[in-house]
Each structure stands twice: as structure tokens, then as C-alpha cells.
């Protein structure tokens, strides 16, 4: 049995072969700009409508993955892939210019680290050679269909975020380099009754306090043992929460945590809390944490993305947000 | 290697220890009305929303699964499950009641299959003993998402088809008794360029001509070998052209295919093509079919459910209907 608790081991080590990342204008002047494949100059990227483009930069970024692979794309035995969108159309619409197999996901912002969960497990029980693991988001689109049309010119409220217009994407091989995916913890819904569909990273924070301290007990380790334990996009008010939550349980992970949410952007204005969004951890962890992890500077790290599990349906039915965070374990 | 293919092949054959279905009161009066375990009255549920009822009857067949397996809820590793709401807020919401982990997947009618190839996966690889696999649908939820609200009355074109109000779901573990699964085949995404939303049939006919044909490839068997070959939700005229599509590459499937959707009511009129939607094949697996193989009537089943990949922004801007088609192989 190679699970204790709901963390999945992965003894044959599935590797990263590549990665990839595309990332928007006001996206490339931060932190990923120099470490992006792609970083656009016109976050429209040429299509008609956001929501194509967010569908051109998902598919390319599978692409790039599979090109920076050394895999032919015939050779690619599946695609992990959600998006925010309904329907996730973006990953289904991406698919549909490969002709390998798909495998819709959802778990909002975690779909990153859920489809890397799910092919890291497949790719290790030896039932398929290689798989793709991607999401992305677009800033236009997902606030037109969670909130108002950037035409209203709408005000945001201090608590917000401001999604990411980017994908990522990567490729887990059973053998070869690359960076080793160990183990995978499973989320579980966390809902602590936030109701403010402004405030994701306070609705978010428990749901990743949860699986972090699940990961430790359940592989035994402590926020010392890692180089890096990295969240989605609770930004900087739901990383603040997050670290008194599991400082209450007895894990300080205020040393080693970083959130990609918080880090995305150069100078944080409009933005105010940070980045959020499928895309942005997706394009952090594909481009410069991947890269420094290459590199070696980074030996263990923890990635954590965090979802927010809710529709503007359930928000205005008066539900609260229940909220998700899939965690994988890299080494290098 | 246990693939063949784009099919991944359990040489372990998790069991379908248990399984369970809800169902509205006009899917009650049809072939799945005594098998069942709840037919509603009302539609509502007791809910205050659709989407409520919706979220509940999913809820209630995944209890009812987990109880009717003998296992404990803390003994059940993982829920896989999505569902046609934007966010697959059914399904998020649902798992918020349960303490177990949630991996949210999303193909639209084709969910259930997808969830049951991917629980036979993690059970078989020996990660987990138990995962529960489960999706649903309502009416009323899914008109006024995808068409119209109910309370304007809108006409139906005669290529509609009709969503199922009901719910499905089926507890996959590692031993035991129960049908087993011994192969699942991942579907690729095809697009033959339907734009009609009211005639998902034909959109979805060619993804599972595709997954059929290769299905039957990879597992070097024909449709003669199956004692049914059971659809998701082509409807009748879909399935008519599945029979066209299939017979075209050589293989006739015309003795033993049966659709889910073709054959959910009793009476067919303003269902027009037969029913939809992730419920609709969800719920004839899980109750009508599931124990006719139990009862040892069908030995072997092919269950492919089908989805189609689009949502109203798809459509609104102009995109034709991706589609896709996930296939488990049962036996008893």
C-alpha cells in the first residue's frame, strides 16, 4: 500500500521532462517575466475574444511542453486539463488541436497541482509513459464571467485579487531528468463559512492550512524539511491567515512558505492583495520555480495550489465557498 | 505496460462494490423507475433552488453508495465527481459533506465514466482501496443554464433531447464481490464541426464512434463480445448515427448497442430524441444495468458514456461542439 492518509507515494519517481509557461503584459514585468517561454505584448494574442485567448495560450503552452520534451505529440499518452471558465472550455477547446486522449479536471485555481497529481499517478503505476498537466486563466474573461464586464469599470474592493493572465503547462515522463514528483496529497473541501466572493484568500487559506498539515503528518515531515512550501493564490491577507492557522497546529511554515499569488506581480497597486487565478500558480511554478529547481537551487519544494470551489450561482444563491488545495511534493 | 492504445488495461478488476441512483419523478416512470433507490415526487426535493435539488440528489446517491458498500465514510479514500454547473458546483458542494478527499473531473454526459476509469486507476495501481465515482443532472438546472428558464415557456426543436433529473453513484474497491472493471479507454476530443445546441446527438456520435473503434482495437475483441454496448445520452437520432459511423469502419454495433438516453422514458414526446445529460446515463448504470449484471444477465457491458464539451460562451461565440467519450469495460 503506497498511501498513508490521503497522500499518495510515488516510488517510481515521475519526472518533469518540461515545462512551459505563457504569460500576459502586466504579468511579464513581474518576477516570471524573464522565465516565460512567451509573454505577450497583447494579452488579446491576436484572437477575437478573451476567451479565445486564454484558449491560444493554454494550447500553446501544451504545445511548447510537449515540443521541450524531446516527446513526438503521437507519443503523448494523455492530457490533465481544467480551467475556470464554465465548461472548462479553454482546456476542451485546447484539446481539441491534439489528438491524444483528455482528461477534463476541476478544481478551480488547484487544477494545476490536481493535474499533476492525477498524471504523476498514472504515469508511476506504469499505465501510461507520459502526460500533460495544464491550466490557465485570463484575467478579462474570468471578470466578466465571475464579476462585471471590464467595460463597467467597476471598483474593487482592498480584500481582492486580480487573475491571472497566463497558462502553464508540463510534462510527466516515467523516466529521464527532470525534477521527481514523490507524492501527492488529495484536498478535501474546507469551507469556514466566508461568504465574500471578493475575499478568496481568506475563504482559501483553511483548505490549504489542511493539506499542508496533512502532508506533514502524513509523509512525516516538518516546514523545515522543505526549501520552498508554495501556495496558489491565497495572496498576501490569506497567506497571513494561513500561517496563523498552521502555526496553531503546530507548524510554523512562516520561513519557507511562499505564495505564488503574492509574488506574481512587480509592484502591487491595482492588484491589492496579489495574483489569483488557475494561471497563476500554473505560470510560477512553470517557469521560475521549475527553472531554479533545474538549476538546483531549490532541492524540495511543496506545491500547494488553492481553489475556491464556488459559481456566481452559488454565490447568489447565498452559499459560502467551499474551498480545495491538491498538494505535490517535487524534488530535484 | 498495462495499456494498449488509449486504453489502460486493470489486471487487479476493482469491483463495483455498490452502487446507487435518484431519480426524478418523470425518469421514475420509466425503466429505471423500479430499480431506483429514490424515485422523487418532487422534483425539488425539499430545496429551495434546483441547483439545491441538484446538489442534493447527487449528495444522497453518493451516501447511499457508501452505505449500501459496508464501508465506513472514513474508510472511503476519495470522491470523483463533476457535474453540468458551471464550476461543477453540484459536485463541490456535494463533497463538502463528506470528510474524504474530492478530485473534481469535468467531461460533461461523459463524467461518469471518466470518474469510474480513474477510481479503477488509483484502486487497481494499489493507492487506494476504495474511491466513489458519481455525477448527476436536473432539468430544470441545466435549461436555464444552457437554454432558456423554464418559466418562459420556449418551444423545443424535434432534435432536443431532454436532461434527466437524477443522480448516480458507485463505490469502486480493490477486492471483494461485484462487477468488475477491467479496462477503461480515455476518449479524445472530436469535433466534427455541429453547431446545433439542440442536437447534441449528432455532435456527440462521432466521439464515440471513435472511443468504440478503439476500444475495440485495443482490447482485439468486436461488438460480438458484448452482450451491450451501452451510450450515454445520444438520443435516437444520435445513436442512429453511431450505427452509421461504426458500421462505416467495420463494425456493427447495431445488435448490441443500446443508449442510455434512447431508452430512460417511457413514453417519448416532448423528450423528443430521449433524455440527457450527466444523470441520464449516471442513472440507468447505477440502477437498471448495474443489477441486471449483478443478477448475472449481462456478463459483459461496454459503458461509454458521451459529453459534449461547450458552454453558452462557446456557442455565443460561434464555436462549433467538441465532444468526447470516456469507455470502462464491465464484466461479472
Known sequence: ?????????????????????????????????????????????????????????????ISLAVKKSGYKENEVDVLFSGDLLN????????????????????????T???????????????????????TG??????????????ELGCTRPPQAQWTVTGAGA???????????????????????????VNNMGAAMAP????????????????????????????????????KDLTWEKGFDVSEKHVDCGEIIYKVIESEFQGGSGAGCSATVLNSYVLT???AGLYGRVLFAATGALLSTVSSGQ?????CISHAVQLEN
Open 1 to 61: 500500500m503506497n498511501k498513508k492518509g490521503n497522500t499518495i507515494f510515488f516510488e517510481n519517481a515521475p519526472r518533469i521532462t518540461s515545462f512551459a509557461a505563457v504569460c500576459g503584459s502586466k504579468e511579464s514585468e513581474g518576477i516570471i517575466g524573464s522565465y516565460a517561454d512567451i509573454a505577450l505584448s497583447d494579452d488579446m494574442y491576436g484572437e477575437s475574444t478573451y476567451e479565445k485567448a486564454e484558449c491560444k495560450m493554454l494550447s500553446t503552452a
Open 87 to 110: 465548461q472548462i472550455i479553454s482546456a476542451s477547446f485546447a484539446a481539441r488541436d491534439y489528438n491524444f486522449p483528455f482528461l477534463g479536471v476541476y478544481s478551480a485555481c488547484s
Open 112 to 134: 494545476m497541482s490536481e493535474s499533476m497529481l492525477l498524471a504523476a499517478a498514472l504515469v508511476n503505476a506504469g499505465y501510461i509513459n507520459s502526460a500533460v498537466a495544464a
Open 137 to 150: 486563466s485570463h484575467f478579462a474573461s474570468a471578470e466578466r464571467q465571475y464579476r462585471y464586464p471590464l
Open 170 to 196: 508540463n510534462l510527466i515522463s516515467s523516466g529521464g531528468r527532470g525534477v521527481k514528483i514523490v507524492n501527492g496529497t488529495m484536498g478535501r473541501v474546507c469551507d469556514f463559512g466566508v461568504t465574500d
Open 207 to 242: 483548505a490549504a492550512a489542511d493539506t499542508l498539515i496533512r502532508h506533514f503528518k502524513d509523509t512525516e515531515t516538518s516546514p523545515e524539511d522543505y526549501d520552498l512550501i508554495l501556495t496558489g493564490d491565497l495572496g498576501a491577507l490569506g497567506s497571513r491567515i494561513l
Open 292 to 294: 531554479k529547481m533545474s
Open 318 to 322: 447565498g452559499e459560502s465557498i467551499p
